[in-house]
């Protein structure tokens, strides 16, 4: 059995294990268009969205924390549209190559990973936001034991909520300082644990400051070598390989 030291596993959602790639505005606000019979207006919508994106630099940082512009801005507030809008994403959102491979791998290693994201919307029902519904449209829900924000922890598979986290956040380290406490407790030390994302300022220098085993994934967006990385990798197969030796 691999894994002799590593006892949890942490992972971003934006640009890792979700890649947003293969979301073609073009193509979605089409669609959209069509089945309502306003291809009149999917310019204007392309055009919105496209500034909306300029505004927040990422597809990302817009999904994660700006989502109510895209009903607001780009849709005037047409619920009907921004439904299909919601169903269509979730659809054309794509993982990360290996992810699937990775999550039963480390199930089967005995680990069940933790989904660390930045959400600004209030915790709703799992399945409500855009990180549960993509999990559960993909059919990975099941293999993650705890849903990490600043707005709150969720236990995925008894529905629990700690709210300790709220206000925390990635960037500042208080969200890492708040779960070394909870692993602390678990009798889990920071040089067991494994975070992995694609953002320095998120996902790898905060956790690396506090002991974390960092793992930089660059298969969406590459930062580049940062000091606080351990490791990088540009797919889950690459991840695994990695851990296999940890
Ligand atoms: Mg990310």
Redo the contacts with the bound molecule.
């Keep these: 059995m691999a894994l002799k030291r590593i006892k949890w596993v942490g992972i971003?959602?934006?640009?890792?294990i979700m890649s947003p790639s293969s979301l073609r505005n073009p193509h979605i606000f089409g669609d959209i268009g069509k089945l309502l019979g306003k291809q009149a207006i999917i310019p204007v919508w392309i055009d919105r969205m496209r500034r909306l994106k300029e505004k927040y630099q990422t597809y990302?940082l817009l999904k994660e924390k700006h989502r109510d512009e895209i009903e607001s801005f780009v849709f005037d507030n047409d619920r009907e549209a921004y439904e299909i809008f919601k169903q269509k994403e979730q659809e054309l959102l794509s993982m990360a190559p290996g992810v699937p491979e990775f999550l039963t791998w480390l199930n089967k290693e005995g680990i069940r990973p933790n989904i660390i994201s930045e959400l600004k919307k209030t915790l709703g029902p799992v399945g409500d936001d855009i990180i549960t519904s993509f999990l559960v449209t993909k059919g990975i829900i099941r293999h993650f034991k705890y849903f990490i924000t600043p707005q709150g922890k969720v236990n995925l598979d008894t529905d629990e909520r700690f709210y300790d986290y709220k206000g925390t956040s990635k960037e500042s380290g208080t969200l890492y300082d708040q779960l070394m406490k909870d692993l602390h407790e678990e009798g889990i030390e920071p040089e067991e644990c494994v975070m992995i994302?694609?953002?320095r300022i998120?996902?790898i220098i905060p956790p690396k400051r506090r002991g974390f085993i960092t793992i930089q994934y660059t298969g969406h967006v590459d930062e580049g070598s940062c000091e606080y990385s351990n490791y990088y990798a540009k797919t889950f197969f690459e991840i695994k390989e990695i851990m296999e030796k940890l």
């Design positions: 971003d959602f934006g640009q890792c990302t994302g694609d953002k998120t996902d």
